[in-house]
């Protein structure tokens, strides 16, 4: 969900010509001033305030959206977590596919002018979103920075793809949809030619820990993975796994993503 309402009029894309594919990440944090310090530490964010209030913000990198942050968990009752949302030309629509089959519908659509969202959960439980209107301004500049892209871990990869098919458009006969491919056991999904989601199996559907049930994994490319490692645990954060290309990592305030190395997209 884009909580920036103050984008250019240039260079401004729709979701109407851009769909299905992943078009923003939120973070839902309980401290806003914890979670900008953490970041701004790991990735050298600078921030600014949208429209939508204090306790929304917008991350940037070199002067490009690459996120918002959202401080509302407590408030809320949310979890605290990474949120990627995908781009529709219709939230009404999307979300009735969603419940048709056998997803859920946690909250909206509601408005965020200049567009709308929805927050949702497919059918095992993982949480996504959807935005309908218009994207952040030089929309391929943010496609190709931050992030890499985003990886759902599902009970089977297949039946979600599918799942995720239907409801997005990918691998349609519409001009522009998402490509899918299947390669090495994974669903790969590409848009204009760039990797930007992967499926895999293996998730527990009823597993107590909640970092292998279903879940979508946000994964931000940076130079080096072994550094962020590193910051991330001198600022409160921790490493659950780290190999010479990737870390899972968890913020001072407990949300899972992962770093990935530029070399890996």
């Given amino acids: 969900m884009n909580h920036d309402t103050k984008l250019p009029t240039r260079d401004v894309v729709s979701t109407h010509s851009v769909f299905g594919a992943p078009c923003w990440v939120s973070l839902t944090s309980r401290d806003l001033e914890t979670t900008e310090e953490f970041y701004s530490a790991l990735f ?44 529709v030309p219709s939230a009404d629509e999307a979300v009735a596919r969603v419940q048709e089959r056998g997803g859920t519908a946690a909250v909206g659509p509601i408005s965020f002018p200049p567009g709308r969202a929805a927050l949702l959960a497919d059918r095992d439980g993982a949480t996504f979103g959807i935005w309908e209107g218009e994207l952040v301004g030089d929309w ?6 931050t992030p890499a892209f985003i990886r759902l871990h599902t009970r089977d990869a297949f039946d979600a793809a599918i799942f995720y098919g239907e409801v997005l458009d990918w691998a ?7 490509e899918v491919h299947y390669e090495g056991g994974e669903v790969v999904l590409r848009s204009g030619g760039d990797v930007v989601a992967r499926i895999v199996s293996g998730a527990l559907g009823a597993a107590p820990d909640p970092t292998i049930r279903p879940h979508w994994q946000v994964h931000f490319a ?16 921790s ?7 990737e870390a899972v990592l968890r913020d001072s305030d407990g949300a899972q993503f992962t770093v990935t190395s530029r070399r890996e997209r």
């Fill in 44 to 87: 050298g964010w600078r921030w600014r305030t949208g429209r939508l209030g204090e306790r929304f913000r917008i991350a940037l990198a070199d002067g490009v959206p690459v996120a918002g942050i959202a401080a509302v968990a407590t408030m809320w009752q949310m979890a605290v977590a990474w949120t990627p949302y995908f781009a």
């Fill in 140 to 145: 391929e500049t943010w496609r190709r920075s």
């Fill in 172 to 178: 349609s006969e519409r001009p522009g949809c998402c």
């Fill in 222 to 237: 940076v130079p080096d993975v072994a550094a962020c490692a590193r910051i991330a645990e001198q600022h409160g954060g």
């Fill in 239 to 245: 490493v659950l796994l780290k190999t010479d290309n």
